[in-house]
């Protein structure tokens, strides 16, 4: 079982931004994959959605410095 979310994330200036905001919501428990996008500023979330804790998806993000909107 698994789900498609997006994130509206601001604040990501290059691809190190995007690699970051990515291997922070891969650590995450139920993230299967997660893919951001510079321009789209958004990243989209592969999730077992039995296993997984929304808040800390944001959490993640906000951690590694940048903004879930
Ligand atoms: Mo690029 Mo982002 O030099 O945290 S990695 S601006």
Known sequence: MSET???GVEGM????C???VENALRRITGVIDATAQLDAKRAIVTI????VD???LK???????FDVV
């Open 5 to 7: 979310i997006e994130l």
């Open 18 to 20: 995007v690699s970051s």
């Open 13 to 16: 200036s290059c691809e190190g």
């Open 54 to 56: 929304r808040d800390a």
């Open 48 to 51: 077992d959605p039995a296993r």
């Open 59 to 65: 959490d993640a993000v906000d951690d590694a410095g």
